[in-house]
């Protein structure tokens, strides 16, 4: 999706603060993340789903949010989509919560905190689709500007790069959340030159590598 919440080389908002040691600066923080992870197998909603809500945040709510609370801003908005909770619940902050979980077993804390831990496997072992790419192989990146969520970065959108490996097969997040093509797709690191992305004024002998899925690729 284009927009402010495509930020990548864009000029205009100054040096990127970098924490060490960052993890949460305040509870509220860690209660945010915790409730999407918790909420995200019984509402159900996926990564890509919920970096779609957040990339529905109006421009001017979204430059002035903190990042946690664009999580939760993303996780009410999934909540009252999927119909388990109301505005107006939201307002008052009350809401009786049964979640009708299915056949999948209610995940306690201590299980929760150590799928956490481990993650979700996104790679696949599947080795039947044809790969089209190799090492070394110069290619160009789609300029189509998809109206649905993509994981194709606006600034690099119809440059040539260098396929720098190839990762395997990965869920495509395109389709994840209603886009074209496949479920799943080779991903595969392309290495571009700073010069080729930004032109003579960037910092020269720099490489910028960038995972891609097939689909965003196409033979230079």
Known sequence: MDGIHDMGGMHGFGRIPIE????????????SFALAEALAPITPFGTDEHRQAIERIPPSDYLKLDYF??????????????????????????????????????VTGPELVQAMKQGVPLKFPDDSQPQRFSEGD???VSSESPY????????????????????GVFA????????????RQHCYTVAFSSE?????????NEVIHLDLWESYLEPA
């Open 172 to 183: 495509f997040p395109d389709a994840a959340v209603g886009g074209v093509g496949a479920p």
């Open 69 to 106: 609370e664009k999580w939760a801003v993303a996780t009410e908005s999934l909540l009252k989509q999927a119909g388990h909770i109301s505005q107006d619940e939201l307002d008052v902050g009350a809401k009786l919560f049964h979640a009708d979980v299915g056949d999948r077993s209610p």
């Open 148 to 167: 649905l969520h993509t994981r194709l970065p606006r600034y690099v959108r119809g440059k040539t790069g260098l396929v720098a490996s190839a990762e």
């Open 138 to 140: 110069v290619v160009l």
């Open 20 to 31: 060490d040691d960052y993890v949460f600066d305040s509870d509220w923080q860690r209660r």
């Open 196 to 204: 080729t992305l930004w032109g003579r004024e960037a910092e020269p």
